[in-house]
Each structure stands twice: as structure tokens, then as C-alpha cells.
């Protein structure tokens, strides 16, 4: 399909690595020792994104 715009989509892994990351958040998590790479990397992203989202919620 030549031209057309790429589709984004969330994947079933993507939607568990965020609930895990929320559930971790919430209940405090066990250690990075316990994350697979995957989990540890996204863990990683997430973090620096909400970050990124509460500093321009406060003007920054």
C-alpha cells in the first residue's frame, strides 16, 4: 500500500508491561534484580515519560 500512513497499535505485551509498571508503582515492587531485560527497559521508559508529563502539568 504505497502512500498510505503506517497504523500505530499497542500490542498484548505492551498492555501488560504497563499494568505491570502501574501495579509495581502502586505497591512498591519487588528489586530490578527480579525484572527481565524487557521489563526493566520499559520499566525505564515509562518512568521518564510520566516524569516528562508531570513536569509539563506544572508549567515546566
Do not use: D, N, W
Not at 501488560?16 to 534484580?33: K, N, Y
Amino acid at each position: 500500500m504505497a502512500g498510505a500512513c503506517p497504523k500505530s497499535y499497542v500490542t498484548a505485551e505492551s498492555v501488560g508491561l504497563v499494568e505491570a509498571f502501574l501495579v509495581r508503582r502502586q505497591l512498591g515492587g519487588a528489586g530490578v534484580e527480579e525484572l527481565s531485560a524487557r521489563q526493566a527497559e520499559a520499566f525505564m521508559v515509562l518512568e521518564r515519560e510520566l516524569e516528562k508529563e508531570r513536569q509539563a502539568a506544572r508549567g515546566r
